[in-house]
């Protein structure tokens, strides 16, 4: 399977930007799928997840009441919608398959090229 993450960019902040993961080559639409990022000289981190049906979704406390995950199983693509972004959300995004009592634990060996958001002040 193969994990395109699109629809980055350079935005300011206050802005709003969605950004995609569509999977290739395989479905995933019974798995848990989560959002994670990382910033130059920091660590990948937890941003959000979503049950493989859509009901249950999960989020870093940095980014709740922003950021809002969903998935069309059909099309075997999450969203990330980020609202009100602020500079410390400048990192690339990626998205994986994800495990866990809160789906914040990544399947190894799934992640694929993510997309860099860029908030400029």
């Known amino acids: 399977v193969q994990l395109q993450a699109s629809g980055g960019g350079l935005v300011q902040a206050g802005a709003s930007l969605r950004i995609s993961c569509a999977a290739t080559g395989r479905t995933l639409t019974m798995y848990g799928m989560g959002w994670f990022r990382q910033a130059p000289g920091k660590e990948r981190e937890f941003v959000s997840a979503?049950?493989?049906?859509?009901?249950?979704?999960y989020y870093a406390e940095s980014v709740k009441g922003r950021f809002t995950t969903s998935r069309d199983n059909a099309k075997n693509t999450v969203y990330l919608q980020m609202n009100s972004l602020k500079p410390e959300d400048t990192a690339v995004y990626y998205c994986a398959p994800t495990f866990g009592t809160t789906l914040s634990q990544p399947l190894s060996g799934y992640w694929g090229q993510g997309t860099q958001v860029t908030v400029s002040s």
């Open positions: 979503i049950s493989w049906n859509g009901n249950t979704k």
